[in-house]
């Protein structure tokens, strides 16, 4: 059904500051009044970063419909002169004691009968004397259900709408194809609101509702219903979804409208209603900051582009996304915050065997870490540290494992040049404020802005840094105290320190770095200072260190299995990171080191390697594993000879 171009409204804001890594999925932040409802679960499209989709083949020809070329964005909110009517859409938390009334819809064959908990007290889009299309939005916190009218007119005498919706905000499911909502796409309405309280706490973690002016007269997943101009595949189809390309530079504009912008790289739009081009939602609110409103209306529309999400769906009826893409899908291992798994999520099942195999994976390197990090602790509040390094270098990361594993937190990976949104929320998840954020590296590894960051987030930042990698390997073990174990690594190349930092955590030891086959001058004074076992893990660490008690194989992959059979006996579980690429491998040493087991390293496809296949074999202690990293990193095929192994 169509609607009227009116001013819907709009807003925006989230977290403190990040840049662009990929973030996983995760339910929906609860609105104030309403705290143990999520706003849908975590799977739920509106809750999926779509960063790493494809562009969708039809997005110059909807963009040009949309007059993106002259056209900026539109948040139509804040004042408008009359306080008890701000722009923007209302909404009003309730309890099971609100009283419940019927009410009659123009559109009753597509309308939930209710009853609905609207009365007098509602809050109407636009004032109560609107005109327009105004929406009622009421959230029942007894039980986390969502209420929603469309040209809602309230009466003693009998209330009428034009169309309504219940949801149950803890459910995936849609409505029947081709049934309105109180909006034209058959959505809900409350999910793609901005928030203030959202702003406040730093994170909006959803898509954002957006109406354009003309429609096509279809409508895609997860839409359910159409209200377009006429059939033109010219024009979008509700349900569309675009976001703020990557390349958009967002540095010179203020905080807040950064974050603002982060969320549309990272979420999107969603086309939700007819309306005018680029106008996007939020919550009625005289508390916008009219700076970042004039900042977000510069904003041209042609830096944005539409996404082919359709890779996204699990069943047409349902909202909820693949749990292979939930937290996206590069197919990368690249650098960056733009590579490395593939597939996504936490906790997805493999190909069961003899060995029981979950994946822990995200659509980059970052989300990989933060995907760990849940795995190991997934109830909020219960690290007691974290550690905080790079994602476009290994060498601190390697060190680090063991520090992450001593000291009770995960180990994250974070863009060189900001703390990453997708960090930030799960720092804020894993750990009360007040404590100790361990940053590896110098200004150049971690910029130093980051500090600010966590002292803002109310977290203590403790940098471990030396003027190069081998002196940040001896700081951070400094942190460590006096251990009775050192493992030597080549810092030139990262495979054979993942298997000495999982090692370095069972044995209360220290990972440090040699300059390839040459000693580090670092490295060799922190030995002198601190004498004890030695091992050298690979052939370069035992060329630069003879002293050294060697660990080696004839490759990375038999290294890794020489250093599992000295350091873990008989153990029950183990942990399987890509060979060739190194990012999730840094946080799956932490993870698996938390766990008990040892790291092994194998390849992306192909035959698992012998030294591989006979540890396995002489371990039929083993009767699980984790693979880090999704199918693009460890393809499905290595997953299945592991399983049998």
Same mark, same amino acid.
Request: proline letters at 8%; one cysteine or more; hydrophobic letters at 40%.
């Given at each position: 059904?169509?609607?009227?171009?009116?001013?819907?409204?709009?807003? *925006?804001?989230?977290?403190a500051?990040?840049?662009?890594?990929?973030?996983?999925?995760?339910?929906?932040t609860?609105?104030p009044?309403?705290?143990s409802?999520?706003?849908f679960?975590?799977?739920?499209?509106?809750?999926?970063?779509?960063?790493h989709?494809?562009?969708?083949?039809?997005s110059?020809?909807?963009?040009?419909?949309?007059?993106?070329?002259?056209?900026?964005?539109?948040?139509?909110?804040?004042?408008?002169?009359?306080?008890?009517?701000?722009?923007g859409?209302?909404?009003?938390?309730?309890?099971?004691?609100?009283?419940?009334?019927?009410?009659?819809?123009?559109?009753?064959?597509?309308?939930?009968?209710?009853p609905?908990?609207?009365?007098?007290d509602?809050?109407?889009?636009?004032?109560?004397?609107?005109?327009?299309?105004?929406?009622?939005?009421m959230?029942?916190?007894?039980?986390?259900?969502?209420?929603?009218?469309?040209?809602?007119?309230?009466?003693?005498?009998?209330?009428?709408?034009?169309?309504?919706?219940?949801?149950?905000?803890?459910?995936?499911?849609?409505?029947?194809?081709?049934?309105?909502?109180?909006?034209?796409?058959?959505l809900?309405?409350?999910?793609?609101?901005?928030?203030?309280?959202?702003?406040?706490?730093?994170?909006?973690?959803?898509?954002?509702?957006?109406?354009?002016d003309?429609?096509?007269?279809?409508?895609?997943?997860?839409?359910r219903?159409?209200?377009?101009?006429?059939?033109?595949?010219?024009l979008?189809?509700m349900?569309a979804?675009?976001?703020?390309?990557?390349s958009?530079?967002i540095?010179?504009?203020?905080?807040?409208?950064?974050?603002?912008l982060?969320?549309?790289?990272?979420?999107?739009?969603?086309?939700?209603?007819?309306?005018?081009?680029?106008?996007?939602?939020?919550s009625?609110?005289?508390?916008?900051?009219?700076t970042?409103?004039?900042q977000?209306?510069?904003?041209?529309?042609?830096?944005f582009?539409?996404?082919?999400?359709?890779?996204?769906?699990?069943?047409?009826?349902s909202?909820a996304?693949?749990?292979?893409?939930?937290?996206g899908?590069?197919s990368?291992?690249?650098?960056?915050?733009?590579?490395?798994?593939?597939?996504?999520?936490?906790?997805?099942?493999?190909?069961?065997?003899?060995?029981?195999?979950?994946?822990v994976a995200?659509?980059?390197?970052?989300l990989?870490?933060?995907?760990?990090?849940?795995?190991?602790?997934?109830s909020?509040?219960?690290?007691?540290?974290?550690?905080?390094?790079?994602?476009?270098d290994?060498?601190?990361?390697?060190?680090?494992?063991?520090?992450?594993?001593?000291?009770?937190?995960?180990?994250l990976?974070?863009?060189?040049?900001?703390?990453?949104?997708?960090?930030?929320?799960?720092?804020?998840?894993?750990?009360?404020?007040?404590g100790?954020?361990?940053?590896?590296?110098g200004?150049?590894?971690?910029?130093?802005?980051?500090?600010?960051?966590?002292?803002?987030?109310?977290?203590?930042?403790q940098?471990?840094?030396g003027?190069?990698?081998?002196?940040?390997?001896?700081?951070?073990?400094?942190?460590?105290g006096?251990?009775?174990?050192?493992?030597?690594?080549?810092?030139?190349?990262?495979?054979?320190?993942?298997?000495?930092?999982?090692a370095?955590s069972?044995?209360?030891?220290?990972?440090l770095?040699?300059?390839?086959?040459a000693? *580090?001058?670092?490295t060799?004074?922190?030995?002198?200072?601190?004498?004890?076992?030695d091992?050298?893990?690979?052939?370069?660490?035992?060329?630069?260190?003879?002293?050294?008690?060697p660990?080696?194989?004839a490759?990375?992959?038999a290294?890794?299995?020489s250093?599992?059979?000295?350091?873990?006996?008989?153990?029950?579980?183990?942990?399987?990171?890509?060979?060739?690429?190194?990012?999730?491998?840094?946080?799956g040493?932490?993870?698996i080191?938390?766990?008990?087991?040892?790291?092994?390293?194998?390849?992306p496809?192909?035959?698992?390697?012998?030294?591989?296949?006979?540890?396995l074999?002489?371990?039929?202690?083993?009767?699980?594993?984790?693979?880090?990293?999704?199918?693009?990193?460890?393809?499905?095929?290595?997953?299945?000879?592991?399983?049998s192994?």
């Open positions: 059904m169509g609607r009227p171009v009116v001013r819907l409204a709009a807003v *925006a804001g989230l977290l500051s990040a840049l662009l890594p990929a973030v996983p999925a995760t339910a929906g609860s609105p009044g309403a705290s409802c999520p706003v679960p975590s799977d739920n499209v509106w809750n999926a970063d779509i960063s989709l494809p562009v969708d083949p039809h110059s020809q909807w963009l040009a419909s949309m007059n993106s070329s002259t056209t900026n964005l539109h948040p139509d909110l804040g004042s408008s002169g009359d306080p008890s009517a701000p722009y859409i209302p909404y009003t938390v309730v309890t099971n004691a609100h009283p419940k009334v019927s009410v009659s819809f123009q559109y009753a064959s597509e309308s939930d009968p209710g609905y908990p609207f009365g007098a509602t809050p109407i889009e636009g004032g109560q004397n609107a005109s327009g299309d105004r929406h009622a939005i959230v029942d916190s007894s039980t986390c259900t969502l209420y929603e009218l469309y040209d809602a007119q309230y009466s003693a005498g009998g209330s009428t709408a034009g169309s309504g919706a219940i949801w149950n905000l803890q459910s995936d499911a849609l409505r029947p194809a081709g049934w309105t909502s109180a909006d034209a796409a058959g809900p309405i409350f999910p793609g609101l901005l928030r203030p309280d959202e702003v406040a706490a730093g994170v909006v973690s959803h898509a954002i509702r957006f109406t354009a003309e429609t096509d007269t279809s409508y895609i997943w997860p839409a219903h159409e209200a377009g101009a006429r059939s033109d595949p010219s979008p189809p349900g979804r675009f976001r703020l390309k990557a958009f530079n540095s010179g504009y203020a905080a807040d409208t950064q974050a603002v982060r969320a549309m790289q990272h979420y999107g739009l969603i086309l939700a209603d007819n309306g005018s081009n680029w106008y996007f939602q939020g009625a609110s005289n508390s916008w900051d009219p970042m409103i004039a977000l209306k510069t904003i041209p529309a042609s830096a582009e539409a996404v082919d999400e359709s890779s996204l769906m699990v069943n047409a009826n909202g996304v693949a749990a292979s893409s939930s937290g899908g590069s990368s291992g690249g650098s960056g915050s733009g590579g490395s798994s593939g597939g996504g999520g936490a906790g997805g099942t493999g190909p069961v065997g003899r060995l029981a195999l979950s994946r995200g659509s980059s390197r970052d990989t870490s933060v995907a760990a990090s849940e795995a190991e602790f997934p909020p509040g219960t690290a007691r540290t974290v550690v905080l390094a790079s994602d476009t290994f060498a601190d990361a390697l060190a680090g494992t063991p520090l992450a594993a001593t000291t009770g937190g995960p180990l990976l974070t863009v060189p040049s900001g703390l990453s949104l997708a960090v930030s929320v799960e720092i804020a998840r894993v750990m009360k404020p007040g100790t954020v361990y940053v590896l590296g200004p150049l590894a971690v910029a130093a802005n980051v500090d600010d960051q966590l002292r803002s987030l109310g977290y203590v930042p940098r471990l840094a003027a190069d990698r081998f002196q940040t390997a001896v700081a951070i073990a400094g942190a460590l006096n251990p009775s174990t050192v493992f030597e690594a080549t810092g030139l190349d990262f495979p054979d320190g993942l298997s000495a930092g999982a370095a069972r044995a209360h030891g220290v990972v770095l040699t300059n390839g086959s000693p *580090a001058a670092a060799v004074d922190y030995l002198k200072a601190h004498p004890g076992q091992y050298a893990i690979g052939g370069p660490a035992a060329l630069a260190d003879p002293a050294a008690t660990l080696a194989g490759d990375r992959y290294t890794a299995t250093v599992a059979q000295r350091f873990f006996a008989s153990p029950t579980v183990v942990g399987f990171a890509s060979g060739a690429v190194f990012p999730d491998a840094l946080t040493g932490a993870n080191a938390a766990r008990g087991g040892p790291l092994l390293l194998v390849p496809t192909g035959a698992l390697p012998p030294s591989l296949s006979s540890y074999g002489a371990n039929p202690t083993i009767r699980s594993g984790v693979i880090y990293g999704g199918t693009f990193v460890v393809g499905p095929a290595v997953a299945t000879e592991l399983s192994a």
